[in-house]
């Protein structure tokens, strides 16, 4: 059986998701990322490998997400995408009348306008991660409560508390200070929830028409009291998809089956092997010029896979290409 | 008196030329780096702009280098930009450089301004040298920027990744170099046949992004993630309507007459946007109405923080003429990654927009 892999490596957790030939989910993956992207990235391989059914052909491989050049480099990717075009991608492939699509990752959130089946505009935030999936996390850390309990309590609430929620440190102060007022929790909880929901219309969503439907996912999309904020707020119905969590990486699957449809190329894939051999990933300060830019660099056996994070493109290298002349003077 | 001036893209060239050919002392500070726009910030109040910054660090590096004067654009009517020599003056004191930021005006008296200014840092040369030095820079200027058009149509379309722009890092580098007429002549022709003649995808037919937003940081690639070279990468070709060489031709020679080049991009604007509202937001909106056929999108670059780009991005959705905006905001604490993630998928967006079109997009619902 031909099957698409879609690996898709965020700033908090990383999924991996397997499509048939019909770009059927035969099996997905979520597990944080906890920093050591490699380490998840083989984790991801090898229970994705205890799901599969025996006559499984890997037939083409994307990544996406922050680390998709990291993970492209380990599993042999086909296809490198960023993750706003995966999330795209793959909203319209389950809602192919979709007009809006709201997403919320760990440390970004996107707003992509769609008409006629074409994304047509995206907006990202810029220079702020407040209402994130992180700030979430780290309230509810902050409470002592998992992050699904923080939902479900904001749930209750009867009469919410207005938060100030432009800014995620002002936002926990004003929180703490309702508090110590002695309002109820809850209330605090779902007042935190409309903040966000505020500040993500007045940023991201500014000057854009949000038409229904309206699709959210990510993963803050988890979050009920979220989605209800959003409903309330937008004043019509917002659709979270069932796999919302994983769309990222059916989007790169699906899109590299896409590719590959058109074309006879066989897949790079590097084998579910990849998920013991140890990589070593490390980083240097290139002296060559004031800029000081700090190279990461990803290797296996002595040998450099990969590398990139310059300025220029002096250290720049990806796979399968020849070593720059100044490689000796390191 | 030691004179230098900041950066912002090639501008050096000419000005360059012109103190050689005047005999005036001058330095030019290294090429603008993570150490200039560092020193920048730490000296300047945080809400002020990029521009500001990088230039500022540019005054430190010069006046580590031994220069005691710069020349720097500022006047009335623009926007905060009018007051920056005065600011950089004060900071410049403060740190304890013995330092003069001379004004080149841009409101008023242009030309006639920069004939007095630059009387008096040549030490009163002679008018006919002065002139003559001026017409040498403004040919250097335009060689640049003629190499640099060229640059931006081989990028996309190059077999070789790369091979544009190192013929115009040693075009730049040539031009540079040369004293006389004949040889910028020689070394244009040449440059512009080595470009012509770069291997080419014949198939490629690449997307056509316009750039527009706020002067110095649609010139100064360092100030603007070298989005340009980004492009080309993606294989996308790269226009902007903003070049030194002409807005020094109109705002020097033709404004005075009447002649704007700006008017046709005024008039665009007009229904969403009336009137000049400081730095180059009436033309941001302008030319994303006047485009919005020929670009298959559009990258708007602004300074965190500038007033008259963040009027012009909050009126460019409104428009009736739709396409594709990227705004882009331009400051030392945006990380380079999340911008490039953007382009990309900025760029994908473009790309499946124009399969769709065309039908080639296999439908995957």
């Known amino acids: ?330 | 008196m030691r004179v230098s001036i900041p950066h912002m893209g090639h501008l050096y060239i000419p000005l360059k030329a012109m103190f050689q050919r005047l005999g005036i002392d001058y330095v030019i500070p290294p090429v603008n780096s993570q150490r200039t726009l560092s020193l920048g910030s730490r000296y300047s109040p945080e809400g002020l702009c990029i521009p500001f910054k990088m230039t500022l660090g540019n005054m430190i590096e010069s006046a580590e280098m031994g220069a005691n004067a710069v020349l720097m654009p500022g006047g009335y009517g623009i926007c905060r930009l009018g007051y920056y020599t005065r600011v950089q003056e004060q900071i410049l004191h403060n740190l304890g450089y013995d330092f003069e930021v001379i004004q080149i005006g841009v409101s008023d008296r242009k030309f006639f301004g920069a004939m007095d200014m630059l009387k008096r840092v040549s030490n009163n040369a002679p008018w006919h040298r002065i002139l003559s030095a001026f017409r040498f820079a403004l040919a250097k200027l335009s060689t640049v920027d003629q190499i640099e058009q060229m640059t931006q149509k081989v990028r996309p379309v190059e077999l070789v990744q790369g091979t544009a722009n190192q013929l115009y890092a040693k075009a730049v580098h040539a031009i540079d170099n040369t004293d006389d007429y004949d040889t910028l002549k020689r070394t244009k022709a040449d440059y512009l046949r080595q470009l012509n003649e770069v291997v080419k995808n014949k198939q490629a037919r690449p997307l056509v992004v316009g750039i527009t937003g706020e002067f110095y940081v649609v010139l100064e690639p360092f100030s603007s993630f070298d989005i340009e070279r980004e492009l080309g990468k993606l294989g996308v070709e790269v226009r902007r309507a903003t070049y030194i060489s002409g807005w020094t031709k109109f705002s020097y020679f033709l404004n005075p007459f009447g002649i704007n080049e700006k008017s046709r991009i005024h008039k665009a604007a007009r229904p969403y946007l009336k009137r000049d509202i400081g730095g180059d937001g009436w033309e941001s909106v302008g030319e994303k109405v006047l485009h919005a056929k020929e670009y298959d999108g559009l990258i708007h670059l602004a300074p965190f923080t500038c007033m008259p780009e963040i009027i012009a991005e909050n009126i460019m959705p409104s428009t009736k003429e739709q396409i594709p905006v990227l705004t882009i905001l331009c400051d030392e604490q945006i990380a380079k990654a999340g911008v490039l993630t953007r382009l990309e998928a900025f760029v994908d967006l473009l790309e499946r927009k124009r399969r769709k079109q065309n039908n080639v997009l296999r439908v995957t619902a």
């Not at chain 1, 074409?118 to 702020?128: E, L």
């Not at chain 1, 936002?171 to 605090?188: L, P």
């Open chain 1, 1 to 330: 059986m031909r099957t698409y892999l879609g690996i898709d490596v965020g700033s908090v957790t990383t999924k991996l998701a397997l499509l048939d030939e019909s770009d059927e989910l035969i099996s997905y993956v979520y597990l944080l990322t906890q920093g050591r992207p490699i380490d998840a990235v083989q984790q991801g391989l090898r229970e994705i490998k205890e799901q599969l059914p025996p006559d499984v052909d890997i037939s083409g491989v994307a990544t996406t997400g922050s680390a998709r050049y990291l993970a492209g480099v380990i599993v042999g990717a086909d296809l490198v995408k960023n993750e706003i075009t995966t999330h795209a991608v793959a909203a319209l492939h389950y809602y192919p009348d979709v007009q809006t699509i709201i997403e919320i990752g760990g440390q970004d959130s996107k707003l992509t306008v769609v008409r006629d089946g074409i994304a047509i505009d995206f907006a990202m935030n810029t220079v702020c991660a407040a209402g994130t999936g992180s700030f979430l996390d780290h309230q509810a850390l902050r409470l002592d409560m998992s992050i699904q309990e923080l939902s479900q309590q904001a749930l209750t609430s009867q009469a919410p508390v207005r938060i100030a929620g432009r800014c995620t440190v002002f936002a926990e102060s004003d929180m703490v200070h309702k508090q110590q007022m002695g309002y109820r929790v809850e209330d605090i909880l779902y007042g935190l929830c409309q903040a966000l929901v505020r500040n993500y219309l007045g940023n991201v969503g500014l000057g854009k028409e949000l038409e229904s439907p309206i699709i959210f996912q990510g993963g803050v999309a988890f979050n009920e009291a979220i989605v209800r904020a959003f409903r309330e707020e937008l004043d019509t119905d917002v659709i979270v998809p069932i796999h919302h969590e994983v769309m990222g990486a059916i989007g790169a699957a699906l899109m590299v089956h896409e590719e590959t449809a058109t074309s006879d190329i066989i897949s790079q894939f590097k084998g579910f092997e990849q998920s013991e051999v140890k990589y070593r990933a490390s980083s240097f300060e290139c002296k060559a010029c004031p800029n000081r830019c700090e190279v990461a660099e990803i290797s296996h056996d002595g040998q450099t896979l990969a590398r990139w994070g310059g300025r220029c493109d002096m250290w720049e290298r990806v796979p399968g290409t020849q070593l720059h002349p100044s490689e000796e003077s390191k």
